[in-house]
T-cell receptor, first 112, second 115 residues
Framework: ETGVTQSPTHLIKTRGQQVTLRCSSQSGHNTVSWYQQALGQGPQFIFQYYREEENGRGNFPPRFSGLQFPNYSSELNVNALELDDSALYLC???????????FGNGTRLTVT | AQSVTQLGSHVSVSEGALVLLRCNYSSSVPPYLFWYVQYPNQGLQLLLKYTSAATLVKGINGFEAEFKKSETSFHLTKPSAHMSDAAEYFCAVSDGNSGNTPLVFGKGTRLSVIA
């Protein structure tokens, strides 16, 4: 049990739609990261939030955006969904210091 | 840019046999290296990490990995495979040891254990 909860577990959307994925971290975990894991691939870093500000971003377009809230929850928003956005989206959080990431079980998004 | 290459997308071993999963890294700075395991329909669980303190790193579930700078490798081993070890394994590299440093993952190796 990592203490990182993601919802929903599965989601089906149509191309062009918008989606919001949610993540709840443990208290004190002030860094949250989001990763995209396409089928048969390793996770790819989307972006990271620290104290409610984005402080790192991978090679993803602006239609991928996020929010982090004071209660240690966060959101990943994807606009104008494309078929290639179909993937497992992983949320990970960590407390301050040299502590590893704690991953949630992910949200599997299917875009048709 | 940092990267990792995992040799072999699928490895199959018999129960009780040695497990060897290969990972080579590329990094322009001293790397931090990680092995994660992913069971079906679950997130990633940290097995072990190398942070320059010792070249042989022991992790959970009997796994260990050895950092070899001359070979730019960080292979994962376990002396005796159990059925419960069947999962997807990912090697990852980072330029920091804390959770606020992004990880760059390999494509993963699926381990099958045959009874």
């Amino acid at each position: 049990e990592t203490g990182v909860t993601q919802s929903p577990t599965h989601l089906i959307k149509t191309r062009g739609q918008q989606v919001t994925l949610r993540c709840s971290s443990q208290s004190g975990h002030n860094t949250v990261s989001w990763y995209q894991q396409a089928l048969g691939q390793g996770p790819q870093f989307i972006f990271q939030y620290y104290r409610e500000e984005e402080n790192g971003r991978g090679n993803f377009p602006p239609r991928f955006s996020g929010l982090q809230f004071p209660n240690y929850s966060s959101e990943l928003n994807v606009n104008a969904l494309e078929l290639d956005d179909s993937a497992l989206y992983l949320c990970a959080s960590s407390p301050p210091g040299n502590s590893p990431l704690h991953f949630g079980n992910g949200t599997r998004l299917t875009v048709t | 840019a940092q990267s990792v290459t995992q040799l072999g997308s699928h490895v199959s071993v018999s129960e009780g046999a040695l497990v060897l999963l290969r990972c080579n890294y590329s990094s322009s700075v001293p790397p931090y290296l990680f092995w994660y395991v992913q069971y079906p329909n679950q997130g990633l669980q940290l097995l072990l990490k190398y942070t320059s303190a010792a070249t042989l790193v022991k992790g959970i579930n009997g796994f260990e990995a050895e950092f070899k700078k001359s070979e730019t490798s960080f292979h994962l081993t376990k002396p005796s495979a159990h059925m419960s070890d069947a999962a997807e394994y990912f090697c990852a590299v980072s330029d920091g040891n804390s959770g606020n440093t992004p990880l760059v993952f390999g494509k993963g190796t699926r381990l099958s254990v045959i009874a």
